[in-house]
């Protein structure tokens, strides 16, 4: 766990399982662990980079901090308040500061509606200004986004995918939030388009005092943009680091092997360093291993402890924290990897969800 002085957010021991129905009676059989003993921390200003791949609870873990899915269990404090079990008219009058961009501009606006109704609906929802007021300020933050004024009257499917997403991102924008969750705001996108908008969101960001959740599977993308790295694995932080820490000296198995399969520009380097390819699949979320989440794909698995005992997030350097019982051993190559059949995880019993 990471603790900030003066932090804008903090996430503690954060769980949300969602329950998996079955029969007609819609028994419930079990639950998923989409987000499980989360602990983070988010310093006003700083960008934060979530990275992990795709089914790891990213995603759910975003729409927790904003409170678009309520938490099973843990606590959410946003600038000081305990938000995670608030009920909707409690919830009102913070939503304003925080808000979020969605992954796909295609489909996280209405299509039905022109851009300046899009973007003017939350001012009007909380009783920001006159209609005349709040047209000015759209025109405004059409023009910051890189976008015209006279697109005020516009639809949505008359934008290219790069323009939709700047219209999330005004639409974001709109109420002055202090923290944005940004969940794949890019990967939608072309390549060329990607750089003008992670440009853009960090232009903002100075502008706008923000601070940000940025969600990606991308590694390259959250590097440039990102001041910490978290990464997530079936559920649960594995590594937290400054970013170029993350990337210069990776100390969690997992994270080792994610950094392995980024593209390297040099070909004479990238013919020589080896991938990482980790065996077997990834578990289910509804049937995690025990104890180390990672151990059945582990190549430095070590079953007398990694399949008994949970690995804490401890503290291994300056800001640099990691979920691994062996860290220190695999980065001074005193264990070596082993070649072997992925562990098969234990099947655990139905565990009954935590209470809020």
């Known amino acids: 766990m990471t603790e900030n002085d003066g932090a804008l957010l903090e996430i503690r021991q954060l769980k949300k399982w969602f329950p998996i129905h079955k029969g007609f009676m819609r028994r419930v059989s079990g639950h998923v662990h989409a987000v499980d003993d989360v602990s983070l ?13 795709s089914g790891c609870g990213k995603s759910t873990l975003g729409r927790c901090v904003v409170r678009l899915l309520a938490p099973t269990s843990g606590e959410i404090v946003f600038d000081g308040q305990s938000i995670g079990q608030l009920r909707s008219r409690a919830l009102r009058p913070l939503r304003r500061q925080m808000q979020m961009i969605f992954q796909d501009p295609y489909a996280s606006l209405n299509p039905r509606k022109r851009v300046g109704t899009i973007i003017s609906d939350p001012m009007k929802i909380h009783g920001i200004g006159d209609r005349q007021e709040r047209k000015k300020k759209v025109e405004e933050l059409l023009e910051t986004v890189g976008l015209s004024p006279e697109h005020y009257n516009r639809f949505p499917h008359e934008f290219s995918g790069g323009q939709r997403q700047r219209i999330g991102v005004a639409r974001a924008l709109a109420l002055r939030p202090k923290l944005i969750v940004a969940d794949e705001p890019v990967s939608a996108l072309d390549v060329s388009i990607q750089a003008q908008v992670l440009n853009l969101l960090e232009s903002l960001q100075t502008g706008f005092d923000l601070t940000y959740m940025f969600i990606a599977h991308d590694l390259a993308v959250v590097r440039h943009i990102s001041d910490r790295i978290a990464v997530m694995y079936l559920g649960v932080i594995v590594e937290i680091s400054p970013a170029e820490a993350l990337y210069d000296n990776p100390l969690h198995p997992y994270t080792i092997s994610l950094l392995s399969a980024v593209p390297i520009p040099d070909p004479d380097v990238e013919a020589k360093r080896e991938t990482i390819l980790l065996p077997g699949e990834l578990p289910s979320p509804a ?10 794909r582990c190549p430095y698995v070590q079953p007398t402890r990694c399949t008994t005992e949970v690995p804490e997030l401890r503290k291994l350097g300056d800001g640099h924290f990691v979920a691994c019982h062996w860290a220190e051993k695999i980065k001074a190559g005193a264990i070596e990897p082993i070649e072997s059949t992925p562990i098969e995880p234990e099947r655990q019993d139905p565990v009954e969800a935590p209470s809020a």
């Not at 921390?41 to 791949?53: D, I, Q, Y």
């Not at 049937?287 to 059945?296: E, G, I, L």
């Open 41 to 53: 921390s988010l310093a006003k200003g700083e960008t934060l980079g979530l990275v992990g791949e």
């Open 287 to 296: 049937n995690p291993p025990a104890a180390c989440r990672f151990h059945t």
